[in-house]
């Protein structure tokens, strides 16, 4: 079988590690499809957070407590940065973190594009699955918000870091979007895919960046592989994180049938046909998708792997 999961953020990097226990007990192949809307430039280095997350954890390298960034980090250049008045500020780069940025960098800097640089770094870390880029091409997330009296847009990080999401925003741009092209390696993954999952990430800023790109999207709808969701919210709340605030900003409730809803249907015009909740959101209804129902909080390895099989499953295969 081979499983291809679009993913983004530490719910994403947490599923995958399901994915990859129920693969290696079935010798399913995976490959993840992950977002880039968050990278960004800071200190001259170029950031790739969710592809970082995913691959640390994949790789036994993250740290378990803040579910992002290196376990046994220290701060010595940041400390350092910050007493020579650097900006940003708000941005902080452990030491170990930067040596993964400084190898992205030089590598991009000498005209690898991003999936061959993803491929080289996890060379390293051994993350058990396929890991790419949603796509080579700059594709950023940016909010619209309000800030000192005046509508205007700031990157995601700048957002989500620095003002903690606490800036209500209005709306969210994927720059780039328009001209970005899947990554290499992406378009044969989804052709080739027995099932497509949609890992519980949020759906505002990790899943869409990824749909933002439209051949891929286009590829994902028109495959004959079943695409199978599975909820980032139990009981109307996010499992983690702040989905909450970015689907405030498109007027779509927090709740497993909110989220379902604006994904849709495959059928009509969405790119569901199945979604996976919780048990306490079994009443969730999405038209013209099939709804199942399993325990989804991650709390270890087998548990995650159980919630794998249930989405397997609910899509038709096993």
Known sequence: MRIVVLAGGIGGARFLTG??????????????????????????????????????????????????????????????????????????????????????????????????????????????????????????????????GAEQAI?????????????????????????AKPAAGVLDALSGADVVLLAPSNPVVSIAPVLAVAPLREALVAGSAPVVGVSPIIGGSPVRGMADRCLAALDVACTAEGVGRLLGARTAGGVLDAWLVDPVDAATDVPGVRVGAAPLWMTDEDATAAMVRAALELGGLS
């Open 155 to 179: 990157h995601f990080q700048e957002w989500w870091v620095r003002h903690r999401a606490q800036v209500p925003a209005k709306r969210f741009v994927f720059v780039g979007a328009d001209a």
């Open 19 to 148: 994915v990859r226990a129920y693969a290696r007990t079935t010798g399913a192949e995976v490959t993840a499809v992950v977002n880039v809307g968050d990278d960004v430039w800071m200190h001259g280095l170029r950031i790739t957070p969710d592809l970082d997350s995913v691959m640390y954890t994949l790789g036994g390298g993250i740290d378990p407590e803040r579910g992002w960034g290196r376990a046994g980090e220290t701060w010595t250049v940041k400390e350092e940065l910050a007493k020579y008045g650097a900006e940003p500020s708000w941005f902080g780069l452990g030491d170990r973190d930067i040596a993964t940025h400084l190898v992205r960098t030089r590598m991009l800097n000498a005209g690898y594009p991003l999936s061959a640089v993803v491929a080289a770094l996890c060379d390293r870390w051994q993350p058990g699955v396929a890991l790419l880029p949603a796509t080579d091409d700059r594709l950023e997330t940016h909010v619209v918000t309000e800030l000192d």
